[in-house]
C-alpha cells in the first residue's frame, strides 16, 4: 500500500463521520470525466479557436486568459466554454442518474448536509432529483456580477440560499467556480484565480459562512482533483487556515495518477505532492479514480448501513 493511502481504519472513520453529519464532499472535475469534454480538450479546442502559440496548449486557465485577451473580449470566451459544456450536459437529465452505481448518484444517497464543488455542470442536482431529496443551490460571490445574480435570485427565491437559510434537513449544492447556466460566474482565466483569491482575501463573506466552517467543524473528501491543478492548488490554499486547526481529522484528497510522465517522474511528483501536503495538514490518500472512491466508499456505508442512505439521523 502507498504510503499515507487510506486503510480499513481510515475507511470507518469516513462512514463514521458521514452518518454523524461531520463529513463534507468536494467536488472537482473528474467526477464528471467520464461525462463531459476534459479540461485539457476544451484547453486544446480553445487553442485551436484563438491560434494559441506556445506548447502547454492542455493549460485551459492559461489559453482562455490568452484567448480573452487576445479577442478582448472575457465575457465572449467564457460563453464558448460554457457553450461547449452545455452542448453536453443538456443531453444529461435526472433520469440518466437512476444507476445507483454511479458517482454523483452514490453521493446523492448518503446523507450530506452539504456538496461543495468547483465544476460548472449541474450533475449533482441532478443526480439529487433522481435520488427524490429536495435541496438549495447557491454561488460564491467572488465577482460583481456574480454578487449581483446571487442577490437577485435570493430575492426571487430561485433557489440561491439565504446564508442565514436554517437547511440542516435540506442539502445545500455549492458552487465556488461559477456555473455553465451564467457564465460570468464562472472561475476560468489564470486572472479569474487571481481575482478569486484575492476577492476572499479581501472580503471572506464572498463564502457562505457555513461553507466556511466546513473546513473547521468537518472531514472532507476531495474527489475528482488532481492535486497538481491550479484548482485544487486554489482551494486548498483557501482552506490551508482552516484545516491547520483542523489536524485531529483525517482529510481526504482523491488524486487522478499523473500521466504523461515515465514512471519514474510520476512516482516523484507522487512522493513530493504527498509529503507537502502531509507536512501542512492531515491527508490521506486514495490513489484512483473518483468513481473508483464512490464505489468502495457505497460498499463501505452499505456493509455498516445496509442500504439506509438518508435515513441515518444527523445532529
Not at 441532478?126 to 449581483?148: Q, S
Given at each position: ?103 454523483h448518484r452514490?453521493?446523492?444517497?448518503l446523507p ?44 426571487r427565491g ?158
Amino acid at each position: 500500500m502507498p504510503a499515507n493511502a487510506l486503510d480499513d481504519d481510515d475507511w470507518d472513520t469516513i462512514v463514521s463521520r458521514i452518518s454523524n453529519g461531520r463529513c463534507t464532499p468536494f467536488l472537482g472535475a473528474g467526477m464528471s470525466a467520464h461525462r463531459l469534454p476534459t479540461g485539457r480538450a476544451l484547453a486544446q479546442a480553445l487553442a485551436e479557436k484563438h491560434g494559441y502559440p506556445f506548447d502547454d496548449r492542455d493549460n485551459l486557465p492559461r489559453v482562455a486568459q490568452y484567448a480573452a485577451v487576445i479577442r478582448n473580449d472575457i465575457p465572449r470566451i467564457k460563453e464558448q466554454v460554457a457553450r461547449q459544456f452545455s452542448v453536453a450536459t443538456d443531453k444529461i437529465t435526472a433520469a440518466d442518474f437512476a444507476d445507483r452505481a454511479d458517482p454523483h448518484r452514490i453521493l446523492a444517497d448518503l446523507p450530506f448536509a452539504k456538496y461543495l464543488t468547483t465544476n460548472y455542470d449541474p450533475f449533482i442536482e441532478r443526480a439529487l432529483e433522481a435520488a427524490g431529496t429536495p435541496h438549495v443551490v447557491d454561488l460564491c460571490a467572488w465577482n460583481p456580477a456574480t454578487r449581483k445574480h446571487v442577490a437577485g435570485e435570493r430575492v426571487r427565491g430561485g433557489g440561491g440560499a439565504s446564508p442565514t437559510t436554517d437547511s440542516d434537513s435540506v442539502p445545500l449544492v455549492y458552487h465556488l467556480h461559477g456555473v455553465q447556466e451564467f457564465p460570468e460566474s464562472m472561475v476560468l482565466t489564470e486572472d479569474d484565480y487571481l481575482d478569486f483569491l484575492a476577492e476572499i482575501a479581501m472580503d471572506p463573506r464572498c463564502i457562505r459562512p457555513d461553507v466556511s466552517e466546513v473546513f473547521a467543524e468537518s472531514s472532507v473528501l476531495f474527489l475528482g482533483y488532481s492535486l497538481s491543478d491550479i484548482t485544487f492548488r486554489v482551494i486548498f490554499r483557501i482552506a490551508l487556515q482552516q484545516l491547520q486547526l483542523n489536524r485531529q481529522r483525517a482529510h481526504v484528497a482523491v488524486q487522478l495518477p499523473p500521466t504523461g510522465n515515465s514512471e519514474e517522474i510520476a512516482q516523484a511528483i507522487q512522493q513530493y505532492l504527498e509529503h507537502y501536503l502531509k507536512l501542512t495538514m492531515n491527508v490521506r490518500f486514495f490513489w484512483g479514480t473518483a468513481v473508483d472512491f464512490t464505489r468502495e466508499l457505497r460498499t463501505r456505508w452499505v456493509k455498516v448501513h445496509g442500504d439506509a442512505g438518508r435515513t441515518v439521523a444527523t445532529p
